[in-house]
């Protein structure tokens, strides 16, 4: 086993994505009793476990870490990859289906901001872009493809930082 | 100053700016074997500096050798990074960890990956910083001294050639201070921020002072020292055409600055040249 998955792990606040899915999975079972449409909450539900997910990049010891030679990318990518999966359990046990695509691309949007603008804004991400995309009144499951690719190169450019 | 190919560290016409405040200007120093104070009021620029140093922070002109190493360089700066030790100013620790957990950790981050070498390598850091009694206790049960002291092995682990420390005495009580020089003393190369002159002068061969992002002295503690030779006194009263007095606990007043004829010249202190050359850069 690799020696830095336990201790990753443990450093990592865990308390966003459990407190999320579990608030998600209630919705969705009373969602269930009272025939109410689930629709509605898909983008919600997707923007909370991104920023549950982005909030878990949040380091309390980033400053002691920020001169060893594991870089600071390295370090959240092994967060990303104890993270995502439970993420991804957490959408599918809510059953509300959330989509895959929306949930990947507002993830992809919150971890890219947290790499250049720190976890606490990258949080913020997600659940902004669904607010104002209601406010708006237009679909925030809009050209999720171009906004993972523009994440995606966001991160390859921060990849030394 | 000169700088050789042979120092630890050498930096030469540093700056950095953050929007329009410049934080650091000009700074050209260099160091070999020893320890290094950095002296500074708050906001001098002594954290920017040594987070440059740290390789944290890329500096926005200047040239920063380390370990003769260039860390604008990514895979210099891997190596640097194995190499050196940094302790900042305010390092956050994970609460439920233990202190053991926690230097192991940063040294599995430091690529230390022998499990037999690292559980050698913890006990002897907290060892040095005396936390062998406490070392499998939770840090969010620690005192703010004994978790200032975690931090501090972290930083030491795997014997760092250039170790920067940022007011590595925050914390720590009389006792704790004494036993950081002695550790601190036996290391290879220290660079170190402090607002505690007693430490400079027992335990740095070179001394900085910085004020407003520029270094403003460099030189040994004697000749810190030394710039308020013939210019502190001593008399009963405050005399107030001195630049700074103030009244000792013998209950007399020890004054600063341009003595009257006839005035009982002391010998100066370490606070003496530097409060002196404080007050020239506030004037």
Known sequence: ?161 | MSITSTDTLAVTGLAKRFGGTRAVEDVTLSAGRGVIGLLGPNGAGKTTLLRMVATVLAPDAGDLRLLGLDPARPGDRIEIRRRIGYLPQSPGLYAGFTAYDLVDYVAVLKEHTDKAWRQREVRRVLESVELAHVMHKKIRTLSGGTRQRVALAAAMVGSPELLVLDEPANGLDPDQRLRLRSLLSQSQTVLMSTHNISEVSALCQQVYVMFSGRIRFSGTPAELAALADGRVWEDGTQDPLAIRSWLTAEGIYRHLGDPPAGAAIVAPTLDDGYLLLARQEHR
């Not at chain 1, 878990?56 to 870089?71: E, F, I, N, Q, R």
């Open chain 1, 1 to 161: 086993m690799t020696v830095w998955l336990v201790p990753t792990a443990r450093a990592i606040s865990w308390w966003p994505l459990v407190a999320v899915a579990a608030l998600l999975a209630g919705a969705s079972a009373l969602a269930e009793r009272t025939d109410f449409p689930v629709v509605g909450l898909l983008g919600i539900a997707a923007a909370a476990l991104a920023a549950a997910v982005v909030a878990g990049l949040h380091d309390a010891a980033a400053a002691l870490l920020s001169a060893v030679p594991t870089s600071l990318a390295v370090r959240r990518a092994r967060r990303l990859l104890l993270l995502l999966p439970v993420e991804l359990a957490a959408s599918w046990a809510s059953g509300l289906n959330v989509p895959l695509g929306g949930l990947v691309a507002l993830t992809a949007a919150g971890v890219a901001v947290a790499f250049w603008a720190g976890p606490l804004a990258g949080a913020a991400v997600p659940l902004a872009w669904v607010v104002v995309a209601r406010a708006g009144g237009f679909a925030w499951d809009q050209h999720l493809a171009l906004v993972t690719i523009a994440a995606a190169a966001a991160l390859w450019t921060g990849r030394n930082r």
